[in-house]
C-alpha cells in the first residue's frame, strides 16, 4: 500500500529566508507525486507535479521539489519566503497507472515570521 | 473557467439533523470525489466516482453517510441523522479521466459542517 509521511508538523520561517518542507513516500512502483497547499478557509491547491522526466520539479509561487528515488523523498523549496505562503502544505503520492485515489500526508503548518 | 462548486460552504445544525452538501465538478472531468478533513484525521477519502459510478466507497464512515452523483455535472454527500463527530471540513474534488492518481485533483473550497 501506498504511504506518505511529512515529519514536521509545524515549521516557523522568517520572511525571506529559504524553506524545505520534507516529503517521504513508500511505493513499490514508480509515483506520481503531488505537493498541494491550503490557505486558511480555502480548499487545496496544487503546487506542482512529478510524473517522470526531470527530477527537480518547479511549480508555482516560486516553489520547487526534488524527486529523489534513492531517499524516497520529494522535498519542497523555496528560495526565500513571503508571508503569504504562511498556509498548510500537503504532499501526496499516487501510483502509477492505477485508478485508485492519491494518498495525502498530514500537512505542515508553515507560519511566516516578520 | 470555474472551479469545483460546493455548497453550502458554511452550515451548522443541531444533532439528529439530516445534512446535505453538494458539489459540481469541474466540466468535463470524468472522476469526482468526496474527502473530510478534522484535525484530528487530517484528509480522508470518503468516497469516489467515476463517470457517475461510485468506485471506491470503503472510506464512508457508516450508514449514515450517503453519496449519489445522479449526472456528471452533480453530486451530493449526505448525512442522516447527523452528529457532532461529523462536524469536519467535507471537500469535493475533480479530475479528468478514469485514472485519477496520473491526474491533478481539483479542489473545491470546501464545506464547513458543525453539529451541535
Known amino acids: 500500500a501506498q504511504s506518505v509521511t511529512q515529519p514536521d508538523i509545524h515549521i516557523t520561517v522568517s520572511e525571506g529566508a529559504s524553506l524545505e518542507l520534507r516529503c517521504n513516500y513508500s511505493y513499490g512502483a514508480t509515483p506520481y507525486l503531488f505537493w498541494y497547499v491550503q490557505s486558511p478557509g480555502q480548499g487545496l491547491q496544487l503546487l506542482l507535479k512529478y510524473f517522470s522526466g526531470d527530477t527537480l520539479v518547479q511549480g508555482i509561487k516560486g516553489f520547487e521539489a526534488e524527486f529523489k528515488r534513492s531517499q524516497s523523498s520529494f522535498n519542497l523549496r523555496k528560495p526565500s519566503v513571503h508571508w503569504s505562503d504562511a498556509a498548510e502544505y500537503f504532499c501526496?503520492?499516487?501510483?502509477?497507472?492505477?485508478?485508485?485515489?492519491?494518498?495525502f500526508g498530514s500537512g505542515t503548518q508553515l507560519t511566516v515570521l516578520p | 473557467d470555474a472551479g469545483v462548486i460546493q455548497s453550502p460552504r458554511h452550515e451548522v445544525t443541531e444533532m439528529g439533523q439530516e445534512v446535505t452538501l453538494r458539489c459540481k465538478p469541474i466540466s468535463g472531468h470524468n472522476s469526482l470525489f468526496w474527502y473530510r478533513q478534522t484535525m484530528m484525521r487530517g484528509l480522508e477519502l470518503l468516497i469516489y466516482?467515476?463517470?457517475?459510478?461510485?468506485?471506491?466507497d470503503s472510506g464512508m464512515p457508516e450508514d449514515r453517510f450517503s453519496a449519489k452523483m445522479p449526472n456528471a455535472s452533480f453530486s451530493t454527500l449526505k448525512i442522516q441523522p447527523s452528529e457532532p463527530r461529523d462536524s469536519a471540513v467535507y471537500f469535493c474534488?475533480?479530475?479528468?479521466?478514469?485514472?485519477?492518481?496520473?491526474?491533478?485533483?481539483?479542489f473545491g473550497e470546501g464545506s464547513w459542517l458543525t453539529v451541535v
Open positions: 501526496a503520492v499516487g501510483a502509477a497507472g492505477s485508478a485508485r485515489q492519491l494518498t
Open positions: 466516482f467515476n463517470n457517475n459510478v461510485p468506485i471506491d
Open positions: 474534488a475533480s479530475t479528468p479521466g478514469a485514472k485519477p492518481s496520473g491526474n491533478t485533483i481539483y
